[in-house]
């Protein structure tokens, strides 16, 4: 078993930065898969970023590129979502998730997720 649990969320004006952390516990991170997905109220969890095992491997929704940086320090067993340039659409709560197999893109992929935390930007 895997427990998640995301922090680092609050409340930002356009055109900050925010850097969303992942910490788990109960297992290793080093074998999974781990991504970050968000979701707004009434709307499906989308996916926004996703990165190796190893960290050798990036993957990122048009969302996401240019503006966000997934990046995992299996070391401390967590993982990183560096947001810039954030915009008012960009508020949601955000997901971290662990996986081992299947497309990491999508949700069913994920066998572990944290609780979420909320990510808010006033314009």
């Known amino acids: 078993q895997v427990q998640l649990v995301e922090s680092g969320g609050g409340l930002v004006q356009t055109g900050d930065s925010l850097t969303l952390s992942c910490a788990a516990s109960?297992?290793?991170?080093?074998?999974?898969?781990m991504g970050w997905f968000r979701q707004t109220p009434g709307k499906e969890r989308d996916f926004a970023a996703a990165?190796?095992?190893?960290?050798?491997?990036?993957d990122y929704a048009d969302l996401a590129k240019g503006r966000f940086t997934i990046s995992r320090d299996n070391a401390k067993n967590t993982v990183y979502l560096q947001m810039n340039s954030l915009k008012p659409e960009d508020t949601a709560v955000y997901f971290c998730?662990?996986?081992?197999?299947?497309?990491?893109?999508?949700?069913?992929?994920?066998?572990?997720w944290g609780q979420g935390t909320q990510v808010t930007v006033s314009s």
């Open positions: 998730a662990a996986g081992t197999q299947g497309p990491r893109r999508r949700i069913a992929s994920y066998a572990y």
């Open positions: 109960g297992s290793s991170l080093s074998t999974y898969v």
């Open positions: 990165i190796s095992a190893l960290g050798t491997l990036t």
